[in-house]
């Protein structure tokens, strides 16, 4: 099949918003050099000449019933999985067709790792983990840094948290990468100003997982970048627990993990929802909303998990007579026809049993 007429960066963009993409932006492999080969994307497509990265906002109102403390699934599963794991792979899939019907061999890469040779919370090599097909290889799989990525290809910057920070959305956004071996004209690196250093991330991160005074500086596509000293495994510990006294959760027994993701009761109360308020104060982002997200005067509600909790009048009153404990639904569903007792063979379901299939 002849191809009369290469693809241009408009109409690759173009495609990419018609698909669901909110932002995009294109940089040339060559803005990868310098990083170690166990996160340098070339090594997964070597002929790949640009790189297209796409961002998908994370809508305001799936942080709201954090924010209120009356609703935690929506962020774990609207703000960060479906995303991550749904829609962005959507968008992909058309994009990577588009791409194919113009003659462009392309990688689609969504955000959700699992994989990595690499610890992505500690950065150590997994010893024993997997080895090169041959010398000169980094060993599977290769880590790309979705951040990195949306960096150079210039969609805004790194904030003092190392969130990123976006002119249109601030910290509100997940990314997806494709890889492809049309060379397209790039986007120039972002040279904006977003964060201010108000350090509103670090006041308001109950895991005490990025630090005031220390920082990190290192040079990617060519810029020298700075960020905050960030504890990882705090950063994680805070999102899944609510804080180092799990303050910021109130949930006494285990709370699900929806789509294979952490809990995020923190709700990122620091990185994304202290700075997205601060940002919304000051007008930094494009995109605006007609009431602010958050009302002069508010503070940040904690739980005292110190000592029991007693079920209030109300509840007691409104639930007489049908109330259970936490792990009744959890119990049933391990005994149930398709609980795990029952793909085990421990007991026997209806069918086995004579009742109705």
């Known amino acids: 099949m002849a191809y009369e007429k290469e ?25 990868w050099e310098g990083v170690d080969m166990q996160h340098d994307p070339r090594y997964i497509f070597p002929g790949a000449k640009s790189m297209i990265v796409f961002g998908f906002r994370i809508p305001r109102g799936s942080l709201r ?14 703000g960060y999985a479906a995303l991550n794991s749904i829609y962005g792979p959507m968008v992909l899939w058309e994009m990577n067709r588009f791409m194919e019907d113009h003659g462009y061999e392309a990688v689609p890469m969504a955000n959700v790792g699992g994989g990595e040779a690499v610890n992505p919370l500690t950065g ?12 000169g290889l980094p060993a599977p799989d290769v880590s790309v840094d979705f951040r990195v990525a949306a960096f150079l290809a210039g969609l805004g910057e790194f904030g003092y948290s190392r969130a990123f920070l976006t002119p249109e959305f601030g910290p509100r956004q ?32 109950h895991g005490n997982a990025i ?10 596509g060519g810029v020298e970048v700075e960020w905050a000293k960030r504890d990882e495994l705090a950063c994680s510990r805070a999102g899944r627990e609510g804080g180092l006294k799990r303050e910021l959760s109130p949930f006494d027994g285990n709370y699900p993990r929806k789509y294979g993701y952490g ?31 958050r009302k002069e005067g508010w503070t940040q509600w904690e739980v005292d998990h110190s000592r029991p909790y007693e079920l209030p009048e109300e509840v007691l009153r409104d639930y007489a ?37």
């Open 174 to 205: 997940r990314f997806a990468i494709m890889l492809t071996d049309a060379e397209l004209e790039p986007d120039p690196i972002y040279t904006g100003h977003i964060c201010d250093r108000c350090m509103e991330c670090v006041r308001n991160c």
């Open 65 to 78: 019933g954090v924010e209120e403390g009356t609703h935690f699934l929506n962020f774990s599963t609207m």
């Open 321 to 357: 007579g049908n109330i259970e404990s936490h792990d009744a639904y959890t119990n049933n569903n391990i005994n149930s026809n398709y609980g795990t007792k029952a793909a085990a063979g421990l007991i026997h379901d209806n069918a086995s049993s004579g009742g109705v299939a």
């Open 7 to 31: 693809l241009d960066a408009a109409e690759v963009k173009a495609k990419a918003r018609e698909c669901g993409a909110d932002l995009v932006g294109i940089a040339p492999m060559d803005r």
């Open 263 to 293: 809990l995020a009761h923190e709700g990122a109360c620091g990185c994304i929802r202290a700075c997205m308020v601060h940002l919304e104060r000051r007008a930094k982002m494009t995109h605006r909303f007609r009431n602010p997200f």
């Open 124 to 135: 150590n090599f997994r010893k024993g983990w997997s080895r090169p097909v041959k010398p």
């Open 211 to 220: 630090s005031s005074t220390e920082t990190v500086k290192t040079t990617i």
